[in-house]
């Protein structure tokens, strides 16, 4: 690198005719690759109701009070908190790089000197008239300095710096929210986890119970010498395998718990008396926010636009490589003053200076900041695979919920009819085997469709709650790019990311 100094007249010819010459950069908006329309039909028309807050839709305020707990503790939420504060400082340190710098000194020395002796060569001070060997008066010296250095940004660098750093801000922003849409979904789901399966806890146990009565009577029966011992030997073995069924079901839910401790970091025994007050399946969640085409939902997507933001920022990097690799213009200047108290006597001095005007030009670096470029791009173009590959996923992931949604409400009817069936075939069942026309085998056949039929209508109603709750996920949980929320009305219930 070498450094070449201009009279100040060149100097600012050179800068009037260089300055504002930006690199060009790579698209900072590539294309997004997504389908015409959506392949999997749309629930209800895809009806649009705002998605902010969509947790409160199913009108359980504790599920409202879980999910608002998780995000406050949230370990994913802070630390995109943390990662927003520090995109915020490297923007404020950016954008200070465009400006000049100022810096200020204040210096104070006091001393005397020595006189020399005589025929001796020691220095003479001020004042040095006195007798020879004599010492002087002490001397204070005090000096000031504000200093200025601005570099120039003629090709563009440091403006590319405060773009990436400013795009880098947004989609930290983004990605808060993503954090806390993830929560809410995490929280949400685990809680209906838990409802589910208190109600397969409760299948399960009249399931036992039913087995049990079966076991008594059959073990009653078998002691008035009517039925064999075997017989009431598999009847017991069927209670005792309804009653570990019951055990496994009741662990399964307390882990549930334990999971949502976890998550909210409520206490466990008012979370318990809470969930006593028992379930209904929420209804009315139906009107959905489903976009209308697949490209509207890169705008209901933080992560997407996160991802976007990121080829933003790659891009402005690869203008500021780029820009590293042309001639730098630097100019600096000072103002300074000095105050010297000797004897009593004061004498002040000013001194101001403008320059040097300051090119430095790339010589030999071995290829470093060429190799420096590469990176940039190839960063870049990684960003564009991931932003792809982020928008498509995004759309699969819609078109799985819709997929799932609409397979679960289509199965729920059916799976009623056969709950219902199987109830009218057990029962009878049940009443020729104490009649005797029937045997246990048969009635515990039938048992065993039942307690299938059961399960697997419960199972539903969980899958159908989880769709919803995918599908919210997947339509970004009513976030909204910050160009469409400020063309938008302001909604109090709008999540602000912090400042």
């Known amino acids: ?59 359980d305020p504790l599920l409202v009070d879980l999910v608002e707990a998780a995000q406050t503790v949230s370990p994913t939420v802070a630390t995109a908190g943390t990662r927003i504060a520090e995109a915020r400082a490297n923007r404020v340190a950016a954008r200070a790089a465009l400006l000049p710098s100022l810096d200020t000194s204040v210096a104070i020395v006091r001393g005397n000197t020595q006189a020399g002796a005589p ?20 001397t204070t010296i005090t000096q000031s300095n504000l200093q200025a250095a601005w570099e120039i940004d003629l090709f563009g660098g440091r403006q590319a710096q405060a773009d990436a750093a400013a795009a880098r801000l947004r989609g930290a922003q983004a990605g808060w929210h993503d954090a806390r849409v993830a929560v809410a979904a995490e929280t949400a789901t685990s809680y209906v986890d838990l409802r589910v399966c208190e109600r397969q806890l409760e299948v399960a146990r009249n399931d036992a119970r039913s087995r049990a009565e079966s076991a008594r009577l059959t073990g009653l029966s078998a002691d008035a010498g009517f039925t064999a011992p075997a017989v009431a030997a598999q009847a017991r073995a069927s209670a005792a395998e309804a009653s570990a069924r019951v055990t496994q079901q009741q662990a399964q839910c307390d882990l549930t718990v334990k999971a949502l401790i976890a998550l909210t970091g409520l206490d466990e025994a008012a979370l318990r008396r809470r969930l006593e007050a028992g379930w209904t399946e929420p209804s009315g969640i139906a009107a959905g926010a489903i976009p209308s085409l697949p490209a509207a939902l890169l705008a209901q997507r933080p992560d997407v636009y996160a991802a976007e933001r990121n080829v933003e920022a790659a891009s402005a990097d690869v203008g500021a490589a780029r820009a590293d690799l042309y001639p730098r213009l630097s100019l600096s200047g000072q103002l300074g003053s ?15 200076q403008i320059g040097p005007l300051a090119l430095s030009m790339p010589v030999f670096d071995a290829g470093r900041r060429a190799a420096a470029t590469d990176a940039a791009v190839a960063r870049y173009e990684e960003a564009v695979v991931q932003y792809e590959a982020r928008v498509r996923q995004a759309v699969r992931e819609v078109e799985e919920a819709l997929v799932n949604l609409r397979s679960a409400d289509d199965r729920s009817d059916d799976a009623r009819i056969a709950v219902e069936g199987y109830r009218v075939s057990f029962a009878a069942a049940e009443a020729r085997y104490r009649s005797g026309l029937g045997s246990l085998i048969e009635l515990e056949d039938q048992r ?31 976030w909204r790019t910050p160009e469409t929320s400020t063309a938008r009305s302001a909604n109090p219930n709008d999540e602000e990311a912090p400042r």
């Open 1 to 59: 690198m070498t450094h070449t100094r201009f009279p100040a007249a060149g100097g600012l010819a050179l800068l009037l005719s260089l300055a504002g010459c930006a690199l060009p950069r790579p698209p900072a908006a590539p294309d997004a690759p997504e389908p015409a329309r959506w392949q999997a039909p749309l629930p209800h028309g895809g009806k649009v109701t705002d998605l902010t807050r969509w947790w409160t839709q199913f009108g």
């Open 119 to 138: 025929g001796g060569g020691g220095a003479v001070g001020a004042g040095a008239a006195g007798a020879p060997g004599a010492a002087l008066p002490p």
């Open 338 to 352: 000095a105050l010297i108290h000797v004897a009593g006597q004061n004498l002040s001095a000013r001194t101001w």
């Open 448 to 478: 065993r469709v039942l307690l299938a039929a059961e399960t697997t209508l419960v199972g539903l109603q969980r899958d159908r709650v989880a769709a919803w709750i995918a599908l919210y996920r997947a339509l970004g949980g009513g």
